[in-house]
């Protein structure tokens, strides 16, 4: 057995007291004038002995007592094997769960609120000098340094839930950079949580072998969810009063099946559309919601259901922009193409700019959702090497070769994207053959295919290679040769041509195909604004190029919310970065100075809103085997710490133990009597 303060086993010598009070019992005697002193000897002497023995016990009993108050001031413990000497300093690394999930109701009030209590249960069982981290989702900078003990229970009051959701990897490997700034300290780490499975990917968790890991497991419940997972807008292009087609994702999170959950989509604060909708359990399902009437400028939309009792998933946010103008590109050899000037001019919803193939303005072709290359008889490197990277960032190229085309240099241009390229020229005529209807540019064209369409009819044409990449046939050929073809090229596409926009190769643009292609092309086209951002996720916003100087920052701002992202330049965009900036869901205006620049949205990490929660025996399958699990409850968590630390202790017994003997000392004084004796006068 050893003590946790040994220096209180020196007030031991004040058990001489009551042996002193024992052995002087300065008492004053009465005198008793009897007649005959024979009797009254006889009587003395019984009522000493038996009076001698009830002193003796109460003696005994006051010892006893004594002797087990001073060892419980003194914390004696039986040692183990993971027994930490009590004079060595420690460094301690709680961590406290703060997530959404945490705000579930238990018979103890919040997980967060129980979480904190434990926290400072955990704080009380190490010594005054110990020092202590406290680390929340967040990983906020404040929390990486060592506390005292009133320090850390102050720090833990200002806990408070956020929309973060680390791993327990990330936990870990957080916790221990910290600690391991503390070489010579004993180190020890704890999770207190409800352990949800999302934060674990299945890989077991590496440590560091000289730190202990206790996983504090808070008992929660699992609860009907429902929330939304994401969205997209069919239409990549958004026209003024056009119907817009959203496709959300509503999954449903429980064991059982969630009926008839009511949903509304707001567009800026107005109702645009609304559902009820049931689905079933452990499901994802995808539907789509029409709504119309929006004017131009950035739209902010809001969706939300009525879903009880976890209620913090219940809104998703997004942002669009409804563009007044799409503006289009066209690049050609100086000359600009009657037909392609002809198809645009037909709305004026699409802004034209023609340019010559060596007046690229390079720095601007991401503002263009897509460009059209015709005519160009040899693409020059450069602009080639431009167009690559103005496709992989999401932009739609659509290629007419010249009539006189270097086909070295398309090969050059389109071979790099993975698309299709013209290898050499037929001069045979020949007719389209098949139309592909499945595919999204023909998808809304015709009310009704007829029997005996009118295909354009070809003169001659440049045969294009098989593509490498992910080819898609708008238009063939007879014996499958493609005469239309769609690529993916990194986010956007690649539309090629087999011939030029020459009538001297075929009817195309005069074909009445031509006019509503080209249209359904542009309005697929673009590489439109993300409708949303997850916290904590999406390290980098990409927006359009946006030149900044000292006194014109870009802010992200949301009522009394202002946040400075840090900014850099790249060709073609411009990048903003929030590391941890944005705390609260909804949507911000990107501004520069008083202008707005763009609307984002910013949603929660939807893995919070599965609260199904790991086993034991789960832990224990990818947690080192030295790791302890702890079980929350409504009792104290104190003892099993400090047991886990040295061993289990003793004091309480020795408290219990003084307290029966104290107990016994009053029964003994007042209720023990030595039996009187009768004597008997003779007269």
């Known amino acids: 057995?050893?003590?946790?303060?040994?220096?209180?086993?020196?007030?031991?010598?004040?058990?001489?007291?009551?042996?002193?009070?024992?052995?002087?019992?300065?008492?004053?005697?009465?005198?008793?004038?009897?007649?005959?002193?024979?009797?009254?000897?006889?009587?003395?002497?019984?009522?000493?002995?038996?009076?001698?023995?009830?002193?003796?016990?109460?003696?005994?009993?006051?010892?006893?007592?004594?002797?087990?108050?001073?060892?419980?001031?003194?914390?004696?413990?039986?040692?183990?094997?993971?027994?930490?000497?009590?004079?060595?300093?420690?460094?301690?690394?709680?961590?406290?769960?703060?997530?959404?999930?945490?705000?579930?109701?238990?018979?103890?009030?919040?997980?967060?609120?129980?979480?904190?209590?434990?926290?400072?249960?955990?704080?009380?069982?190490?010594?005054?000098?110990?020092?202590?981290?406290?680390?929340?989702?967040?990983?906020?900078?404040?929390?990486?340094?060592?506390?005292?003990?009133?320090?850390?229970?102050?720090?833990?009051?200002?806990?408070?839930?956020?929309?973060?959701?680390?791993?327990?990897?990330?936990?870990?490997?957080?916790?221990?950079?910290?600690?391991?700034?503390?070489?010579?300290?004993?180190?020890?780490?704890?999770?207190?949580?409800?352990?949800?499975?999302?934060?674990?990917?299945?890989?077991?968790?590496?440590?560091?072998?000289?730190?202990?890991?206790?996983?504090?497991?808070?008992?929660?419940?699992?609860?009907?969810?429902v929330a939304v997972d994401s969205v997209f807008l069919l239409s990549a292009v958004h026209r003024p009063g056009e119907s817009e087609k959203l496709v959300l994702r509503l999954h449903n999170y429980a064991d059982a099946p969630a009926?008839?959950?009511?949903?509304?989509?707001?567009?800026?604060?107005?109702?645009?559309?609304?559902?009820?909708?049931?689905?079933?359990?452990?499901?994802?399902?995808?539907?789509?919601?029409?709504?119309?009437?929006?004017?131009?400028?950035?739209?902010?939309?809001?969706?939300?259901?009525?879903?009880?009792?976890?209620?913090?998933?219940?809104?998703?946010?997004?942002?669009?922009?409804?563009?007044?103008?799409?503006?289009?590109?066209?690049?050609?050899?100086?000359?600009?193409?009657?037909y392609l000037k002809a198809v645009f001019a037909a709305d004026a919803f699409f802004e034209v700019k023609d340019v010559p193939a060596g007046n690229v303005d390079y720095a601007g072709l991401g503002n263009y959702p897509i460009i059209v290359l015709s005519d160009v008889r040899s693409v020059s490197t450069g602009l080639a090497q431009q167009l690559k990277g103005y496709v992989q960032k999401g932009g739609s190229l659509v290629v007419f070769p010249a009539a006189d085309a270097d086909l070295t240099t398309y090969r050059d241009l389109l071979q790099p994207m993975g698309a299709a390229y013209p290898e050499k020229l037929i001069a045979s005529a020949t007719k389209v053959s098949s139309i592909n209807l499945q595919n999204e540019v023909f998808k809304s064209i015709f009310d009704s295919f007829p029997q005996n369409p009118d295909r354009p009819v070809i003169k001659k044409y440049y045969q294009l290679s098989p593509s490498q990449g992910r080819t898609e046939n708008l238009m063939n050929l007879p014996g499958g040769q493609l005469f239309l073809a769609e690529d993916i090229s990194g986010k956007g596409k690649v539309y090629v041509s087999a011939v030029p926009l020459n009538e001297d190769f075929s009817n195309l643009p005069r074909h009445a195909l031509f006019l509503p292609v080209m249209f359904r092309m542009a309005l697929l086209s673009g590489h439109d604004q993300p409708l949303f951002y997850t916290i904590g996720h999406d390290e980098s916003i990409e927006i359009p190029p946006t030149q900044t100087n000292e006194k014109q920052l870009l802010k992200l701002v949301k009522d009394s919310i202002s946040i400075i992202p840090d900014v850099r330049q790249q060709e073609g965009s411009t990048l903003l970065y929030t590391s941890d900036q944005v705390q609260q869901n909804g949507t911000y205006n990107l501004q520069k100075q008083d202008s707005t620049v763009a609307v984002l949205a910013f949603n929660d990490n939807r893995s919070e809103s599965d609260l199904v929660y790991f086993s034991d025996a789960e832990l224990a399958k990818f947690m080192p085997k030295s790791s302890s699990i702890l079980v929350g409850g409504k009792g104290s968590i104190k003892n099993a710490v400090s047991e886990l630390n040295i061993g289990p202790q003793l004091w309480k017994l020795c408290i219990i133990l003084a307290l029966i003997f104290l107990a016994a000392e009053i029964i003994l004084l007042r209720f023990y009597k030595p039996v009187k004796q009768v004597v008997e006068r003779s007269i």
């Not at 506390?147 to 229970?153: A, G, Q, T, W």
């Open 1 to 225: 057995m050893h003590f946790l303060y040994p220096a209180f086993l020196f007030a031991l010598l004040s058990l001489v007291v009551p042996i002193l009070v024992h052995l002087f019992n300065f008492r004053k005697y009465q005198k008793v004038y009897f007649s005959n002193v024979q009797f009254l000897k006889q009587v003395n002497e019984q009522q000493s002995s038996r009076r001698n023995l009830k002193e003796r016990l109460i003696l005994a009993t006051r010892l006893l007592a004594l002797t087990f108050l001073v060892l419980a001031f003194a914390r004696p413990y039986f040692s183990n094997q993971k027994a930490i000497n009590a004079n060595t300093q420690q460094a301690v690394s709680i961590f406290v769960d703060n997530s959404y999930s945490m705000q579930t109701i238990n018979s103890e009030g919040s997980l967060l609120d129980e979480a904190k209590e434990k926290a400072r249960e955990i704080a009380s069982a190490y010594g005054i000098n110990d020092r202590f981290q406290l680390l929340t989702q967040d990983f906020e900078g404040k929390h990486q340094r060592l506390l005292s003990r009133d320090e850390f229970n102050d720090a833990v009051d200002a806990v408070k839930i956020g929309p973060e959701s680390r791993s327990l990897q990330q936990i870990i490997d957080r916790q221990q950079s910290l600690l391991n700034t503390q070489p010579n300290a004993v180190k020890s780490i704890y999770i207190i949580s409800d352990l949800q499975k999302n934060m674990a990917n299945g890989q077991p968790v590496k440590t560091d072998s000289s730190t202990h890991i206790s996983l504090v497991k808070l008992k929660a419940s699992s609860l009907p969810n």
């Open 259 to 338: 009926e008839k959950i009511p949903l509304r989509v707001l567009i800026n604060g107005e109702t645009k559309a609304q559902g009820s909708y049931t689905i079933n359990p452990r499901w994802a399902q995808n539907d789509t919601l029409s709504f119309s009437g929006l004017q131009s400028g950035w739209q902010r939309g809001e969706i939300t259901l009525q879903d009880n009792p976890v209620t913090f998933d219940n809104q998703f946010y997004f942002s669009f922009d409804v563009k007044q103008q799409m503006p289009v590109l066209l690049i050609d050899d100086g000359t600009p193409n009657p």
